[in-house]
T-cell receptor, first 110, second 117 residues
C-alpha cells in the first residue's frame, strides 16, 4: 500500500513569515512529486512539481526533495492571508496512479 | 480556454438510487482521472483513461462503480445502488499527455458533491 503522510495541521504562521509544509512517502519507486493548494470547497490547483533531488523555486514557493529520506517539502516565503488553504502533497511513480496525502491546513494570520 | 467542467455540481440521492456524474476534460487532453475525496481527506484515485481506454480501474471501491469515456473526451462515472459511504466529492482531472510521458500537470474540475441520504 503506497502511502503519503502529512501533518494535518492546522499550521498557523503570522503574515510575512515562512510556512514550511512537509510530506513523507512510502514508495521508493516514486518519481514525481506535486504540491497542490485547495481552498475550502474548491478543487485542487497545482502549485509546483519536482522530479529531482534538491530545491526548485518558483516565486515565493520552494519545493525541496530528498529521495533518500523519502521526503518532500514546500516552503512559502512572505506568507499572505490568501495563502490560507489546505496543501496537498501527491506522489507518482510514472504510472497513472497519483497518491495524495491527507493535506495540511495552513492558516496565515494577519 | 475552458477548463475541466463537471456536472452536476451537487447531487442528493436516496440510498439505492443510481447516479451518473459527468466530466468534460480540457479539449485535446489525453489523460482523464477520477478521484473520490472524503471530507478532510486528500483525493483518492479511482480510475484512469488514456483516450477511450480505461487503463487502470484499481481504485474503484466496488463493482457498483463504473466509468466510461467512449469517444475519448467526455467521461461518465456511474454509481449503482448508492450507499451512504459513497457520499463524497468526486473530482475529475485531465492532463495533456499519456501517463508516463512526463506531461503530468493535472487540471481538476470543480467536483460533484454527492450526498446519499
Amino acid at each position: 500500500q503506497k502511502e503519503v503522510e502529512q501533518n494535518s495541521g492546522p499550521l498557523s504562521v503570522p503574515e510575512g513569515a515562512i510556512a514550511s509544509l512537509n510530506c513523507t512517502y512510502s514508495d521508493r519507486g516514486s518519481q514525481s512529486f506535486f504540491w497542490y493548494r485547495q481552498y475550502s470547497g474548491k478543487s485542487p490547483e497545482l502549485i509546483m512539481f519536482i522530479y529531482s533531488n534538491g530545491d526548485k523555486e518558483d516565486g515565493r514557493f520552494t519545493a525541496q526533495l530528498n529521495k533518500a529520506s523519502q521526503y518532500v517539502s514546500l516552503l512559502i516565503r512572505d506568507s499572505q492571508p490568501s495563502d490560507s488553504a489546505t496543501y496537498l502533497c501527491a506522489v507518482n511513480d510514472y504510472g497513472q496512479n497519483f497518491v495524495f496525502g491527507p493535506g495540511t491546513r495552513l492558516s496565515v494570520l494577519p | 480556454g475552458a477548463g475541466v467542467s463537471q456536472s452536476p455540481r451537487y447531487k442528493v440521492a436516496k440510498r439505492g438510487q443510481d447516479v451518473a456524474l459527468r466530466c468534460d476534460p480540457i479539449s485535446g487532453h489525453v489523460s482523464l482521472f477520477w478521484y473520490q475525496q472524503a471530507l478532510g481527506q486528500g483525493p483518492e484515485f479511482l480510475t484512469y483513461f488514456q483516450n477511450e481506454a480505461q487503463l487502470d480501474k484499481s481504485g474503484l471501491p466496488s463493482d457498483r462503480f463504473f466509468a466510461e469515456r467512449p469517444e475519448g473526451s467526455v467521461s461518465t462515472l456511474k454509481i449503482q445502488r448508492t450507499q451512504q459511504e459513497d457520499s463524497a466529492v468526486y473530482l475529475c482531472a485531465s492532463s495533456l499527455g499519456p501517463s508516463g510521458t512526463g506531461l503530468y500537470e493535472q487540471y481538476f474540475g470543480p467536483g460533484t458533491r454527492l450526498t446519499v441520504t
